[in-house]
């Protein structure tokens, strides 16, 4: 009976999710493709959204600020600007010049978001903190 009890354990210890180190924090933006954020109309365009350049009377930039990616799939994605590993709003990710990573300066961490997934890179063992994209016409609304 011992032996079952120890896989027992060992399995479930196994199947413990990682707790997400950014944690929850409000995100909405409305996004126009058609006048101000035109930028991302090209796919593998991305745009950095951060409390420096949005509306806060009523839009919110989750804990580090948003990126928005028009990744190669024609899709939109979105993630959290802050470096999950490093989990500090002053450690945010930049797109690489090829829209392909977004690169923590600090621990290296490389992201992917080419293909919308965040999967890291490098020290990190967490995927970006992803948010949800609505698409209708040419707007875009980003939230959680």
Known sequence: MKPYLIFLLLLCASCVKMEDPIGNYPVYLRLDLSNKDKELRPINSSKAYTEKNINM??????FGGVLVVHAVDDRFHAFDLACPHEASRSVLLAADEN???????????????AFGTGAPEGVSKYYLKRYTVSESNSQLTVSN
Do not use: H, M, T, W
Request: with cysteine.
């Open 99 to 113: 829209n392909l990573y977004a690169v923590c300066p600090r621990c290296g961490s490389k992201y992917d978001i």
């Open 57 to 62: 009377n009523i839009e919110r930039a989750g």
